[in-house]
Nanobody, 126 residues
Framework: QVQLVESGGGLVQVGGSLRLSCAASGRIGSTAVMGWFRQAPGKEREFVAAIRWYGSSTAYADSVKGRFTISRDNAKNTLYLQMNSLKPEDTAVYYC???????????????????WGQGTQVTVSS
């Protein structure tokens, strides 16, 4: 099992930046991909970004490309999401997730992920 704890959410103005962190513990070595999803009120959970835990491959949703950057620190077992140029539509609860299956492509479907954090709220005010 892998436990994930997010932090770094908060209230920010349009155009501002935030960095989310996800601390992982447990059998993190069994995780192939770590990612971020988000869910706004009344909407389905959607993919944001993901990165291979051992490797450099990344994937981003079109809506965040060029504004968000996913990274990790394997020594600290921590996943990050740097969010710049934030927009009101980025407002959501952001979840950290882990996929233990080694796939040819990075998964973008929440059903492909096995481990989830409790979420952290990001609110972008205009």
């Amino acid at each position: 099992q892998v436990q994930l704890v997010e932090s770094g959410g908060g209230l920010v103005q349009v155009g501002g930046s935030l960095r989310l962190s996800c601390a992982a513990s447990g059998r993190i070595g069994s995780t192939a991909v770590m990612g971020w999803f988000r869910q706004a009120p009344g909407k389905e959970r959607e993919f944001v970004a993901a990165i291979r835990w051992y490797g450099s491959s990344t994937a981003y949703a079109d809506s965040v490309k060029g504004r968000f950057t996913i990274s990790r620190d394997n020594a600290k077992n921590t996943l990050y999401l740097q969010m710049n140029s934030l927009k009101p539509e980025d407002t959501a609860v952001y979840y950290c997730a882990g996929d233990r299956t080694a796939r040819l492509r990075i998964g973008v479907d929440s059903g492909e992920y096995d481990y989830w954090g409790q979420g952290t709220q990001v609110t972008v005010s205009s």
